[in-house]
C-alpha cells in the first residue's frame, strides 16, 4: 500500500528468505511455499527494497535504521519459545517446534540442512512425542508423520473440548495416525544422553481460576512412561525483550511483553515507530497480520502526510 503511494519501502529481515512465519512455521502441505515466493518477488516487482540477513538490535542497530527513514514499523513476530521445567529436559533430542518447522521447511525448500541429514531435527523411524495443543503442536504433529516417524503423541495437560488448537486439525491429525493423549502432562525425561522416555502423568481438571479456565491438577500416582527419541515442545511463544534487544529502554510494552500502541495511530509511544502483528497481538494468526499491516500502512502515510503539511500550515499563520 505504502509503495503503491510513492514511497520508497525498505524491509530489513533476520530471515534470509521473505516470508516470516509463513515461509519458515506453517508446514508446506498447509500453505505452498510457491505462493509464499510469488508474493514476495511481486514486492520486489513493485520496487520494495529487502534486506535479508540482517538482524536488528544485533549487527545492525535499531537507532541506525531509525536514523536512516522517516517511520518504522515494527513487525517482528513472537519468538520467545516457552520451556518446560521437568527434569531431564536438556536431554539430546527434545527440541523446540519452530527449529524443527524452520529444518522442515528449509529442506523442502531445497536447503543443504545439517541438522535434517545428521537426523537430529528428523522424525523419521522414531517414537516422536509432542508436547502442547495449539496449532504448531499440530503442525509437529502432522510434519513428523509425514517424515515417516514409527509413532507420533500429543501430550496435552487439558481435554479435547478446551485445546487451542483447531478441532478440525485435531480430527486431520487423528486421521493421519497421531495418537492424542489428552489430561497427561510430562513429569520428566528419561534417558542417559539422549531422551528413551517421557514419564508422564495424568491430569485432572480441577474449579476454574480467575481467568474461568478449570486449572490442570496431577493425579496421584498416576506416572506412566511414553517410549520417545524424540520430543517436541509446541507450549506456545512470548515476545522477546525487543527495548532491550534495540537499547531502546523507553519503548513501552505491555506485561505480557508485546507492544504497546495507539490503536487510532497504529504508533508506539516513540515518534514515528509504529507497531503490528503479532508483536502486538501476542501469537496471532495471519488474517490479523495483514489486517494490521493495512491499518499501518495507511496511519504511517496519514503521519507523514501531516507531517509535511505542518511547516506549510504553521508558516500559513505567520
Ligand atoms: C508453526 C506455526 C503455524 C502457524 N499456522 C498458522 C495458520 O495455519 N494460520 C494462521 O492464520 N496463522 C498461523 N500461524 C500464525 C501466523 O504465522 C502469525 O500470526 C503471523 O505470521 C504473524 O505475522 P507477523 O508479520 O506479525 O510475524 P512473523 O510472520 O513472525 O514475521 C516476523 C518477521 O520479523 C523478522 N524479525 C524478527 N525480529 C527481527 C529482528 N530483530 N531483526 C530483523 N528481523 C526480525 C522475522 O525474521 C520474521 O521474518 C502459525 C504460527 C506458527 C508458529
Not at 56 to 73: P, V
Not at 242 to 268: C, H, N, Y
Not at 281 to 288: D, E, I, K, N, T
Request: net charge negative.
Amino acid at each position: 500500500m505504502l509503495r503503491h503511494r510513492g514511497y520508497q519501502v525498505h524491509i530489513y529481515d533476520r530471515y534470509d528468505r521473505i516470508g516470516g512465519l509463513l515461509m519458515y512455521g506453517i508446514p508446506g502441505f498447509k500453505l505452498e511455499k510457491s505462493i509464499v515466493e510469488r508474493r514476495g518477488q511481486l514486492l520486489i516487482d513493485g520496487g520494495v527494497h529487502f534486506h535479508l540477513g540482517v538482524d536488528i538490535g544485533g549487527e545492525t542497530s535499531f537507532a541506525d535504521i531509525r536514523a536512516k527513514h522517516d517511520a518504522i514499523l515494527l513487525a517482528t513476530g513472537v519468538y520467545k519459545a516457552r520451556d518446560i521445567a521437568a527434569l531431564g529436559s536438556g536431554l539430546d533430542g527434545i527440541v523446540p517446534a519452530l527449529e524443527y518447522l524452520t529444518v522442515s521447511n528449509r529442506k523442502s525448500l531445497g536447503d543443504d540442512v545439517a541438522a535434517f541429514d545428521s537426523g537430529a531435527l528428523n522424525a523419521e523411524g522414531k517414537d516422536v512425542v509432542v508436547i502442547g495443543g495449539g496449532d504448531t503442536a499440530m503442525d509437529c504433529v502432522r510434519t513428523a508423520i509425514r517424515q515417516k516417524a514409527k509413532s507420533v503423541s500429543c501430550l496435552y495437560r487439558r481435554d479435547r473440548a478446551n485445546m487451542p488448537g483447531s478441532q478440525r486439525e485435531v480430527q486431520n491429525a487423528e486421521e493421519e495416525g497421531v495418537v492424542f493423549k489428552w489430561l497427561s502432562a510430562p513429569q520428566a525425561f528419561l534417558g542417559d544422553d539422549k531422551v528413551r522416555a517421557v514419564q508422564a502423568q495424568r491430569i485432572h481438571l480441577g474449579q476454574p481460576d480467575a481467568t474461568g479456565r478449570q486449572v490442570p491438577e496431577v493425579i496421584d500416582g498416576s506416572a506412566h512412561e511414553l517410549p520417545a527419541d524424540m520430543v517436541i515442545k509446541a507450549l506456545g511463544f512470548d515476545p522477546e525483550d525487543l527495548p532491550a534487544m534495540f537499547g531502546q529502554d523507553g519503548l513501552e510494552v505491555t506485561r505480557w511483553g508485546t507492544l504497546k500502541i495507539d490503536w487510532r495511530t497504529m504508533m508506539t509511544n516513540l515518534d514515528g515507530v509504529f507497531a503490528a502483528g503479532d508483536i502486538v497481538r501476542g501469537a496471532s494468526l495471519v488474517v490479523w497480520g495483514v489486517r494490521d499491516g493495512r491499518d499501518a500502512a495507511e496511519a504511517i502515510d496519514q503521519w507523514i502526510m501531516a507531517a509535511a503539511d505542518a511547516p506549510r500550515a504553521a508558516g500559513a499563520g505567520r
